[in-house]
């Protein structure tokens, strides 16, 4: 969320500048990004994407660091899996944030990335003396001293994520690359299962929704129903900045969001994270909320994870009228 807010922060800024400093400020990070690529895949840049590169650092890169301290080695990530575009738009700053990886069983560190050599979208190899491991299921499970030895007096659910040889199941789905450093795709009982008996991972398409400046949170639905719908809390200071300049009124929030023009803005959001998805992936309709889903409410862990069940619990009404059609009509 801190990484999420602080790019949309920036971008935000300079969209609304406009002009000469928002091409500015995009070729400088399509720069930026050609040479993260360049290094991240062991080349060396070009001279002229240097000469380039040294330019767009002094005009724009090098202002972004500077907004954030200017000392920074590297930053970790963790809780919930990172956008790979905000990372690379980082990276492309050179600002490397690293994802680490961890369960309160595996006393607080599981796995971490590697500041010299980062790759995005995966939380790194395990740390030494540990092992991981994916099931025939896709379940991640560990092995190793930071595994804890069961929870306290409770041995039949010790049992459950904890063989005798010490592997513990994590609950996380995952894979391994041939570096052996785990990508974690979703929790295994977030998954959701379509009538059609199609399987969706609901993480990566809301990271992807939440790359638009638009969006604060999202949570994808659909469960033994027929398509995929999502709920979208709006980023309220980017989305009535936009509305005022389009001459909407922005007193009521739900009369903002009933409005046409931004039921379209978010259909077109909607429309570019569908492209290139399967069918039974896309997300067909949505619904657009008022407020934040909070911890205090019981939506949200302490580290910020989507409680899904009980967002689902709470919401029933709300999404069940995304479903009201046989067909539905359009995304909304």
């Keep these: 969320r801190i990484f999420e807010k602080v790019h949309s922060a920036i971008v935000q800024t300079v969209e609304e500048q406009g002009g000469v400093q928002l091409r500015l400020f995009r070729w400088a990070f399509g720069v930026g990004d050609r040479v993260s690529r360049a290094r991240r895949e062991g080349r060396a840049p070009g001279r002229l994407l240097r000469a380039q590169h040294s330019v767009a650092d002094r005009l724009v890169l ?5 907004r954030l301290g200017g000392r920074i080695r590297f930053m970790v990530s963790g809780s919930a899996a990172l956008s790979e575009e905000i990372a690379r738009w980082f990276h492309a700053a050179q600002l490397v944030v690293i994802e680490g990886y961890a369960l309160t069983e595996t006393g607080g560190g ?17 740390l030494v003396g540990s092992e991981v491991k994916i099931a025939e299921d896709g379940e991640v499970h560990i092995r190793g001293p930071l595994v804890m030895r069961g929870y306290h007096k409770l041995p039949e659910a010790t049992a459950e994520v904890l063989t005798a040889d010490g592997w513990l199941a994590t609950g996380d789905i995952g894979e391994l690359d041939e570096e052996g ?5 979703d ?3 977030d998954l959701i299962k379509t009538s059609g008996g199609k399987y969706i991972a609901p993480q990566p398409i809301e990271n992807e929704i939440k790359t638009s400046r638009y969006v604060s949170q999202a949570v994808v639905v659909g469960n033994k129903r027929k398509y995929a719908s999502v709920l979208i809390v709006p980023n309220f200071d980017n989305l009535i900045a936009w509305a005022r300049h389009q001459g909407i009124p922005t007193d009521d ?14 259909d077109e959001v909607l429309e570019k994270v569908n492209a290139g998805r399967p069918s039974y992936e896309t997300i067909k309709r949505f619904r657009l909320l008022p407020q934040d889903f909070t911890i205090d409410a019981g939506e949200l862990t302490p580290t910020l994870k989507v ?3 009980k967002i689902e619990q709470d919401r029933a009404d709300l999404i069940d009228t995304m479903y009201e059609e046989e067909i539905p009509a359009g995304s909304r």
């Design 62 to 66: 090098s202002k972004v660091r500077a």
């Design 110 to 126: 599981a796995c971490i990335g590697d500041p010299e050599h980062p790759k995005l979208g995966v939380v790194g190899p395990p």
């Design 181 to 185: 450093r785990l990508r974690v795709t």
């Design 187 to 189: 929790r295994k009982k």
């Design 253 to 266: 929030r739900e009369e903002l969001l009933e409005s046409d023009a931004v039921q379209t803005l978010f």
């Design 307 to 309: 409680k899904r069940g």
